[in-house]
């Protein structure tokens, strides 16, 4: 359809352009007793007539595209019905695949359900005749036990008979050789206490000398220590008072045109950490000023030096000053 269409329109271009050069090649035509020809106007005619043919081309265009595409949604509608008739196919081929399936399923399930059916009952016949074996058996184990507890009864009774008169000669033994065994064991008992006793008095003699050598030893130990610590404790405050002395010593300014040849007796008053409160002098003979520059080099000394040991620490502590 396209292609007549085509066709179709190459031909209505066709004659067109033919009736444009035949218009064109007509000559105008002249009046008599003028110089100029009349021009004739076959040009609008041929307008028309080429408008017509266009319109009547477009109509036969149009109307191939519209049989086109009629033939087109023709064409679309078979291949759909098509389509839904081999899915229609499929679908059944699957309906009666599943249908078979399901038939051998169910087939083989009948015959599972037979077969379990027919062990089943075979288990049943075995258990039937395992339990009339086993009915039988016990029948006879009881039987046996029966026997045998019958003979293991009076062998007992009479073993019981032997076992008492036997146990009653032991218990007569048994007494006997208790009696003696306690005879002798209380004087074995009384042997070992009064030893024990002795032994007792010993240990005990021995532990008070040892307590009283080792009492000795440790006294004298102990005056040892305490002689080491109040010498130690005693240097140590030497030393103390020899860092104070010094400490003090580097703050003093010689007070000028003053000859000090004598020493000071300083008591120094301080709180923790060593500030000095207070300062206070005798066995001072030089002037007031020397006395002033022993003071002031006492607070300038503050903080004191701290002592080796925290209990050398005394809020008061003297010491001789000497420039």
Known sequence: ????????????????????????????????????????????????????????????????????????????????????????????????????????QEAEKRRQQQEEAKQRQEQARLQAEKAEKAEKAEAAERARLAEAQAKEAAARKAAEEQAKREEEQAEQARKAKAEAEKAKEKAEKERIEAQARRELQEQKKRESDLQRLLDEAAAVETSRQQQRQSRELARLLDQYKSDIEDKVSRNWVRPPDIDIRSSCRVLVEQIPGGDVVRVTLSDCPGSPAYRRSVENAVFKASPLPPPPKPELFDREIAFTFAP
């Open 1 to 104: 359809m396209r292609l007549i269409a085509i066709i179709a329109a190459i031909a209505v271009h066709l004659l067109l352009f033919w009736l444009i050069g035949m218009g064109m090649m007509k000559k105008p035509e002249l009046h008599p007793g003028a110089n100029e020809p009349v021009q004739v106007q076959p040009i609008a005619a041929v307008a028309i007539n080429e408008a017509e043919l266009l319109a009547a081309a477009e109509e036969k265009q149009e109307e191939a595209r519209r049989l086109e595409a009629e033939q087109a949604r023709k064409q679309q509608a078979q291949e759909a019905a098509k389509a839904r008739e081999k899915e229609r196919a499929q679908q059944q081929r699957q309906r009666q695949e599943q249908e078979k399936k399901r038939q051998q």
